[in-house]
Structures are given as structure tokens and as C-alpha cells.
């Protein structure tokens, strides 16, 4: 939910600060964009309605008992809809106008019209049946639309709970930048713990703080209403207090130069690998089980992100790898693999499984390569489901049991020492971690030299890259084959987990996932993809593995699309963008004649940075 | 002087330059067709080492088409195109581009996303050699050859004077201004190490100040770093300034060649830039 929020809310504070001009009669709205917006929100609330969102996800509890998950996803479209009509467009030489009660008036009618749609859809469900093409037209749904009573109900109800959601979106415009923050960190705290819920409540049995959960959580999930209350409180202070510290000490260490930088950033990575490698400890079978699945499609992404985010080959098939990785683990480890079982060691088999997949990157890659654009994608889709389709085919049913797949294939031996299954789900997570910080050494030393260098050259003007004495052809399989490479360790430490594989497992849907993971988190940034996967997959859940949310499995698709086509609009750079790309983005040009007069630009580090995240 | 199919010349004998050295470039009857469109048709023309030619002529005679067909991004229909006395036939642009040519382009074509230093390192590609096992395991050699290129690479930026050093290394190539991309395409083009540097309209769109100075930078770039220079230019006073020899194409053929004084006087070349009605003679 977080998600949904405008965009605005985190550029607070922008270095032009020319006076406003008064707030604007209440009256003296636009209509037109008013009606249009309100409009856009009805339609919104009813296809939100009709997807069966709202009563599938009323069982998952926000705040006990006044909001439910399915409450929630019909609330925040009226609060979007009120806070987006009372954005003004900055215009050059036009007068800013202060928010006022113009914006609340705004935003209250805006939402209104958003919630009119719900009262439309409760009288059309009383009085019609359209079950036949509508799946979701249900009385259940009528019922949760009038809270168990009558149809007048609900229709009144939604007009008047669409205003006051609305005005609470225009009040939101009114405030500082600064109670505005308090305001989203208050928001933001409850809808973490919430979220989090699972995940808290596991950590802290681990650690002997159930009395601490049984405090915040109510019996049958949900933030208890006292406890959600305090959290706000306590956020907000914090807010007040803090006044966008993290922010100050961010830009301070982006602001460090050579081996300070250096120093910081080794710190920091030192801290998060003691904490994932502290953590699980105290973790039960579901966090490190949800722990282990993240990395997982960490792994998978950091080899995307090296083929898509550093080479810029848009690769649509990348399951192919994982595919390959898992099965010709499996074959190689299990006793119960049909043709071949050599029964390998898994450290054995691993580099076998790397060398095979490496083949198979350039068997694909060499025909693939030599195409462009929107062509290379579709057929890298193709190769795709070619892969899928040839474990699955009755002709090398002998080698890889066709749909029946490869089962029983053993845990993951490391040097005799232990045994990785998905049995225990704490050493699964610590082998993916394992893998995680080979995979981010390894794209983090390419990226940074002569190859790397070609990899991008390439992405940004491929005729160019060539016309410089770049054989892109060359550069373009070995950005495959790497890509290829961490993309089996995911595979063959995915075939240990679980235990056996099928082609099942493996379909197009999860390219596509994984796809949307490195675009989310931010193209060719090593933080932004796990940030992705950590959203994606872990809040959300991935193609077959539940999420934090797991009731939202039925609509992953949907908020994944949703997701994605905000964030193209909101955020086009990803969630954590590389550095490369949010550098100095707000650099003027002007900069440099000062520059050569001499003068030393002090002023300019307030504005440089590009807009974060709220 | 029209060239013609078929008409083979000894190596330099019509070089205006006078020399009797073979050239380091020269086309043998160059031709390419675009369907029935011919782009270029049977040219002839040779660079000598340390020399500067500029090619001029009208729209669509057929200038860029020349450079694309000399590193090899365009198919050529006909003739061969020697290098350093050896045939450029049937190598990749990237395969030209280590043999000794390196180019601009005429529409600016930076790496947007890359830093200013970034730009100039990559283009040392075909120079270096380390790959992923040294990059993979910090080896002494690739930290080695890591120093160089970045020592090259701030080398080549400090031929502009102050414009592309300092805090502009790590800024990205988008944020740089027109001149500057200019400036930074040359950069690209120095760091490749060519022996000859195609300039594909080196000075379009700067201001008059900004273009004396490049003017300037042309004739440096032969006497300072060696390089032979082909430019394409509309600007005659550039032209002037910096051309050992002039050649005019139009309709892909070569229709005068020698010194500015020359050419510019040459009734084909004023026919060809002011159409046929404007008698001149």
C-alpha cells in the first residue's frame, strides 16, 4: 500500500522556494479535472471491488477492528484521488497558490466521486444480477459494500466516507513539509507492522519477546487499535525529532569522497551481512523459509540485472537458466534421475552445472546475440519455453522424467560437512546467502572494469560500442553466460530446496517475475535489485512462494502490474537507482563556467540529489 | 577531374601534397548502393600520414556515406579501401576501428549514461586485454592496466584545456553541453589510438567562438598527437583553416580535389553547391 501513495509526498522540500500566493476560494475549483479525477477513482474503485480484492482480502487484518487488508484496498483510492486534484503544476511565471481550504474542499468532492463509484456498484448489485460474466458479482461483496445493512446504506455511506477519506488527502496537502513527514512516517510505521506482521511475530518468539508481540498484535492477526495508535505516536515524534536525519546522513555519505566513501560503504555492508547472518538465528521455519526464497530470486535477478541492467540485452527467457541449473543438478545428484545418476556431490555437480549452463548461455546466445531490440526479445521468450518444453517432452522423458520430473533428489552436501534441504530452512538461506554475495562480488568487480565498461557502451549505442573497437558480439555472449552462470547457482540450489524439480516449475511467468523485480528495484543497480526481490518476493511472494502478504497471492499479477506502471510513471529509474543513473541528475550545466572562473560550487549539494523515496 | 570506374591511379600520383609516399588511405573505385540509390560511385581518394582533407559537398553527396563505408558500418557494392597498403574488406567496424580508424559522428552519439571518463576509457577497448578473470580477481595486471587506461584517458580529456577535467570526469555524458559532447566524441576518437581520425561535422552547431577554437584543436590533433584527420564540413572557413586539400563529392562522385584557393573557384564545385541555373562563367 505503501506503493500507492503519490509521488509528491517525497519531493517535499525542493530548493525553490518562490512565496505562494494566497489559498484560493473554496469555489474556485477546476471542475473539469476535479470530475475527471473523481471519475478516474469510481471506475478504479469498482474494477478494485469487482476483482474480489476487497472481500478475499478482508480476512487479513490492518488494525484491529477497525480496518481490514480489504477495507484498505477500496480506502486508498478516494485518499489518492483527494490528494492528486490538489497538486498544482509548477508553472514558470504562474503564481504557486498556499493549500487551503481549497484543497480540502477539493480533495472532499474528489473523494466523494471516487466513493460515489462504490454506491453506484452497491445499488447495481442489489438490482441486478450479472453473475454470469462477473465471477466476483456476489452478495458477499454487497454485504462488505453496506457493512450488513441496507443498499441506502452503503450508497450514503461511500459518498460520505469517499469525502472524508478525500479531505484527509487535501488536509494532507495543507500541512508543512515537515508534519507532513510525521504524518507519512505515522502512516507508514502502522502499515510496516502490519505488514511485517508474520515475520515480527516469528523474530520475537525466537528471541523470547512474545509478550512484546502479544501486545502490538491482536490474537487473530492485526495491529491491536491501542497499540497501532501508540506506534503512530511514537512515529510521528520520532519524525518531528528526527527531521530527516537518514536523509542528512545519506547525503553525507554520498557526499564522501575516495577512501572515506570506501570506508562507509564497507561498514555498512559489514553491518547488513552480520545482521542477515545473525538474524535467522533467532528466526523461525517461516522467516528463514520466506529468507531463503528472497535469495533466491536475488540471485536470479543480480544475473538478469548483469545481462539486462549492465549489457542492456533484454532477455525474456532467463527461467531457461534457472531451468537448466536445476535440472541438470538434479540429474547429476540424485539416485533417482532416470538415465544418468552419478550421485555427485553437490559441490561436484555445482561446477559441472555451471560449465553445462555456461554451454547452454552460449548455444542460446550465439544465435540470439546477433539480433536486436524488440526481435532479441522475442526470441530469448522462445528459448525460453523451448527449454521448459524439452524437460517436459515424452522424447527425453528417459533423461529428465518428462512431467513426472526428477523427486527425491538429496539436500545439498558442503564438503560432508552438513547437509542443505529444504527441511531446514535456516541452512537454505545461509547456502543462498552464500551464493548472494559471490553473485554481488562478481557483478560488482565486472561492473567496474574494461568489460563492464563494454557491457555498458553497448547498452547505451551498440553501433557506437562497435565503431569504438568493441567486438559487441564477444562482450554480449559473456554478459549471457554470466547471466547464465548465477542464474544455475539459483537453479541447482533451488533443486536441493525443494527437492525435486518440474517443468512446472519453470514457466514463462517466471521470467517475467523476475524481470519485473530488476526494472522495480532500479535496472543495473546492485542495492535496487535486492530491494526488489526484498518488496517483490518477499512482501508480495513470488510466482509459486507465498509472501509476507500471502492472501494477496491470488493478485500478485495485478499489483505487480500496478506497481510497475507506477513506478514507469512515478520513478522510471527503479526504486534504488545505480548511482550512474542518479548521479548528479539535477546538475546544471551552468556549473561548469563557474567552475573555470575559479569558483568552488559549495551551494550545490541541497539540490543534487535526486528525489527519494518517501 | 571526375573519377571514373576503372581509372586506377598509381598510389599518391595525383596527391596535391606532391609526396611520393603511399597513402595510408585509399579508396579504389568505392561504390555503395542504397537499392538503386548510388551513394557512392567508383570514388577515389587517399589521405597521406600527417595530412588533413576535408571533404565537403552538398547535402547527399555522399560525405557521411564515405566514412560509414570506411569503418565498415555500411556495405560496400564495389572497389576495396586500403589501409596502410593492406585491404579493409570484410572486417567488422570494431576490427577497422583497432586496425587505425576511428571516427565522430555527425549527430552526436556520446554514451549518454557514462561518465565523461567513462566514455574515453571504454573506447581504449580494442587497446587493453585484461578480462573477466583479472577484473574477477584484482590481479596486479589488471589493476595495472586498469591505472593505464584511466591515465590515458585523463591524458586525452586535458588536450580541451580545463573543460573535461576535473569534477567533469565523473559526471555522466548527458549533462555535458552541446560543444562539450563535440569535444568528448573527439576525445572517444583520440583514445582509440588511431592513426587516422574521420571528424564527421566536428563543428556544427557551436557558436563562432567555440568553432575557431575546435578549428584551432584540429590542426593540434595532427602536429601534437600524428593523427592523419578527414573532416567533414559545411563551414568554409573552418575548411580554410585547417585543409592540407580539399575534395567535393556530389552525387557520390569525386567532382574537384586540391587547395581551398583552388576549389572554391572551381565552377563544377560552385555549379554543384548553387545549382544549374546560376551561370557563373
Redesign the interface.
Given at each position: 500500500m505503501t506503493a500507492t501513495l503519490p509521488p509528491e509526498t517525497g519531493a517535499v522540500g525542493g530548493p525553490a522556494e518562490t512565496p505562494l500566493a494566497p489559498s484560493r476560494p473554496v469555489m474556485a475549483q477546476d471542475w473539469r479535472r476535479l470530475v475527471r479525477m473523481g471519475a478516474v477513482g469510481a471506475v478504479a474503485q469498482i474494477f478494485i471491488a469487482l476483482s474480489n480484492m476487497p472481500v478475499r482480502l478482508d480476512e487479513r487484518v490492518v488494525v484491529k477492528p477497525v480496518l481490514s487488508l480489504g477495507y484498505l484496498t477500496l480506502l486508498i483510492v478516494p485518499f489518492a484521488a483527494g490528494y492528486r486534484v490538489g497538486h498544482q503544476i509548477k508553472r514558470e511565471g504562474m503564481p504557486q497558490y498556499a493549500a487551503g481550504a481549497h484543497e480540502i474542499a477539493g480533495g472532499a468532492a474528489c473523494g466523494a466521486l471516487a466513493g460515489g463509484g462504490l454506491s453506484l456498484l452497491a445499488v447495481l448489485l442489489a438490482n441486478f444480477d450479472l453473475r454470469e460474466p462477473l465471477v466476483n458479482w456476489s452478495p458477499m461483496l454487497a454485504e462488505l459494500l453496506a457493512f450488513g445493512d441496507a443498499t441506502w446504506f452503503a450508497v450514503v455511506v461511500w459518498l460520505l466516507i469517499g469525502a472524508a477519506i478525500g479531505a484527509v488527502g487535501g488536509i494532507l496537502r495543507t500541512l508543512g513539509p515537515r508534519s507532513r513527514r510525521a504524518v507519512v512516517t505515522m502512516a507508514l510505521a502502522v502499515a510496516g507492522a502490519a505488514v511485517l506482521e508474520p515475520l515480527v511475530v516469528d523474530l520475537a518468539e525466537g528471541m523470547r519477546l512474545e509478550a512484546l508481540t502479544d501486545r502490538l498484535y491482536a490474537r487473530r492477526g492485526g495491529v491491536n487499535w491501542t497499540s497501532a495508535l501508540g506506534l503512530a505516536a511514537a512515529s510521528g515524534v520520532l519524525a518531528v525529532l528526527g527531521r530527516g536525519r537518514i536523509r542528512q546522513a545519506r547525503n553525507h555519505i554520498a557526499s564522501l569522497e575516495g577512501a572515506r566513501r570506501s570506508r562507509a560503504n564497507f561498514g555498512l555492508i559489514l553491518l547488513t551481512g552480520a545482521a542477515l547472518i545473525i538474524l535467522p538465528l533467532f528466526a523461525g521455519k517461516l522467516t528463514n523459509e520466506l529468507l531463503a526464497n528472497v535469495g533466491l530470486f536475488v540471485l536470479l535477478a543480480l544475473g538478469l540485472n548483469v545481462v539486462v541492467g549492465l549489457a542492456g540485452i533484454l532477455d525474456l527467457g532467463y527461467v531457461a537458466f534457472f531451468a537448466v541449473g536445476s535440472y541438470s543438478a538434479a540429474v547429476l545428484t540424485a539416485a533417482t534421475s532416470p538415465r544418468i545418476n552419478p550421485e555427485m556431490p553437490w559441490l561436484v555437480a555445482l561446477i559441472v552445472v555451471v560449465i553445462i549452463t555456461g554451454l547452454v548461455g552460449l548455444f542460446i546466445g550465439a544465435p540470439v546475440i546477433r539480433m536486436r531490440g524488440d526481435y532479441l526479445a522475442i526470441v530469448t521468450l522462445g528459448f525460453g519455453e523451448i527449454i521448459r518444453l524439452i524437460f517436459l517432452s515424452d522424447w527425453l522423458s528417459g533423461w529428465f522424467g518428462g512431467s513426472q520430473g526428477i523427486t527425491k533428489i538429496p539436500g545439498a552436501g558442503i564438503f560432508g560437512l552438513t547437509s542443505v534441504a529444504g527441511t531446514d530452512p535456516r541452512r537454505v538461506f545461509y547456502l543462498v546467502l552464500a551464493f548472494c554475495a559471490i553473485a554481488i562480488?562478481?557483478s560488482w568487480?565486472?561492473e567496474?572494469?574494461?568489460?563492464?565498461?563494454?557491457w555498458?557502451?553497448v547498452r547505451?549505442?551498440e553501433?557506437?560500442?562497435?565503431?569504438?573497437?568493441?567486438?559487441?558480439v564477444n562482450v554480449k555472449l559473456?554478459a549471457f553466460v554470466?547471466g547464465a552462470i548465477l542464474g544455475s547457482f539459483s537453479g541447482a540450489i533451488f533443486s536441493a530446496k525443494v527437492g525435486s524439480v518440474f517443468p512446472n516449475s519453470f514457466l514463462i511467468l517466471v521470467s517475467i517475475v523476475i524481470l519485473v523485480v530488476v526494472i522495480f528495484g532500479g535496472m543495473g543497480s546492485i542495492v535496487g535489485v535486492i530491494a526488489g526481490s526484498a518488496v517483490l518476493i518477499g512482501v508480495l511472494g513470488g510466482p509459486k512462494q507465498p509472501g509476507l502478504l500471502a492472501e494477496f497471492s491470488e493478485f500478485k499479477l495485478l499489483i505487480y502490474g500496478a506497481l510497475l506502471i507506477w513506478m514507469m510513471l512515478a520513478r522510471p529509474e527503479g526504486l534504488i537507482p545505480s548511482v550512474?543513473?542518479s548521479?548528479?541528475l539535477h546538475?546544471e550545466?551552468m556549473a561548469?563556467d563557474a567552475?573555470?572562473r575559479g569558483q568552488v560550487e559549495d551551494d550545490d549539494g541541497s539540490g543534487a540529489q535526486a528525489a527519494p523515496t518517501p | 577531374m571526375t573519377a571514373t570506374n576503372g581509372t586506377r591511379r598509381a598510389p599518391g600520383a595525383d596527391a596535391t601534397n606532391g609526396t611520393g609516399r603511399r597513402p595510408l588511405l585509399e579508396t579504389r573505385g568505392l561504390s555503395v548502393d542504397f537499392g538503386g540509390l548510388h551513394a557512392l560511385d567508383g570514388l577515389d581518394f587517399e589521405v597521406h600520414e600527417g595530412e588533413i582533407v576535408s571533404v565537403i559537398g552538398p547535402n547527399g553527396a555522399g560525405k557521411t556515406t564515405l566514412f560509414n563505408a570506411i569503418?565498415a558500418?555500411v556495405e560496400r557494392s564495389a572497389g576495396d579501401i586500403l589501409f596502410e597498403g593492406t585491404s579493409l574488406r570484410g572486417l567488422?567496424?570494431?576490427r577497422v576501428?583497432?586496425r587505425g580508424i576511428?571516427?565522430t559522428?555527425q549527430n552526436v552519439?556520446?554514451?549518454?549514461?557514462?561518465?565523461v571518463l567513462?566514455n574515453v576509457?571504454?573506447?581504449q577497448?580494442?587497446?587493453?586485454r585484461?578480462?573477466?578473470f583479472?577484473?574477477?580477481f584484482?590481479t596486479p595486471s589488471?589493476r595495472r592496466?586498469?591505472a593505464e587506461?584511466r591515465q590515458r584517458a585523463e591524458k586525452v580529456l586535458s588536450f580541451f584545456g580545463?573543460?573535461l577535467v576535473?569534477?567533469?570526469f565523473?559526471?555522466?555524458a548527458f549533462?555535458?553541453?552541446y560543444a562539450?559532447r563535440r569535444r568528448l566524441e573527439i576525445a572517444?576518437a583520440m583514445a582509440?589510438q588511431p592513426k587516422l581520425i574521420l571528424l564527421d561535422e566536428p563543428v556544427a552547431g557551436m557558436n563562432p567562438v567555440e568553432s575557431a577554437e575546435l578549428t584551432g584543436m584540429i590542426g593540434r590533433l595532427r602536429d601534437e598527437w600524428g593523427f592523419a584527420i578527414v573532416v567533414i564540413e559545411h563551414q568554409m572557413d573552418v575548411v580554410r583553416e585547417v585543409s592540407d586539400r580539399v575534395v567535393v563529392l556530389d552525387h557520390g562522385t569525386k567532382i574537384a580535389e586540391g587547395d581551398y584557393a583552388d576549389v572554391s573557384t572551381d565552377p563544377r564545385v560552385i555549379e554543384a553547391y548553387l545549382g544549374q541555373g546560376t551561370e557563373t562563367s
Open positions: 562480488y562478481v568487480r565486472l567496474r572494469s574494461r568489460l563492464g565498461r563494454a555498458m557502451a547505451e549505442d553501433t557506437v560500442a562497435e565503431a569504438m573497437g568493441i567486438n559487441t559473456l554470466v550512474r543513473r548521479r548528479e546538475q550545466e561548469q567552475w573555470l | 569503418t558500418t567488422d567496424p570494431n576501428t583497432a576511428a571516427r559522428f552519439r556520446l554514451f549518454a549514461n557514462m561518465t567513462e576509457m571504454v573506447s577497448h580494442c587497446r587493453t585484461q578480462h573477466a583479472g577484473a574477477l584484482y589488471f592496466e586498469e587506461i580545463s573543460r576535473g569534477y567533469r565523473d559526471q555522466p549533462t555535458l553541453s562539450n572517444r582509440t
